[in-house]
């Protein structure tokens, strides 16, 4: 089975989801979480994004290059559900550590007083 054995709308979604997975897995290898609980967050957030965000981010990024004539609407999605879960990994690793920071911040000030 191809992927143009599917139903269009099928295709798209599973394109949606490995672009999600692959964004996901990439980052997981490039910039490992601390903790577990810290991984589960960001590959949960990674791979939503990446399937609700991939459509309009690949599609941007195909106008951009000038290529969107050039490519199917699955290889956009991929493109597009890929760079929206790698976005949204780092996103979210720097959010956790801004945050950490900030907490642990606070304490030292509490803690002097």
């Known amino acids: 089975m191809t992927m143009t054995d599917l139903a269009p709308a099928a295709s798209l979604w599973l394109a949606k989801f ?18 577990r609980r810290e991984a589960g967050l960001r590959f949960l957030a990674s791979v939503t994004a990446g399937l609700v965000f991939g459509s309009t981010a690949g599609l941007a990024v195909a106008l951009r ?42 304490r030292e000030a509490r803690d002097d007083d």
């Open 18 to 35: 490995a672009g999600a997975l692959a964004g996901a897995a990439i980052s997981l290898a490039w910039l490992l979480p601390k903790g």
């Open 65 to 106: 290059l000038g290529i969107a004539g050039t490519l199917t609407p699955q290889e956009t999605v991929l493109m597009g559900s890929a760079l929206a879960s790698l976005s949204i990994w780092w996103a979210v690793g720097f959010a956790v550590r801004y945050g950490e920071k900030l907490t642990a911040a606070k």
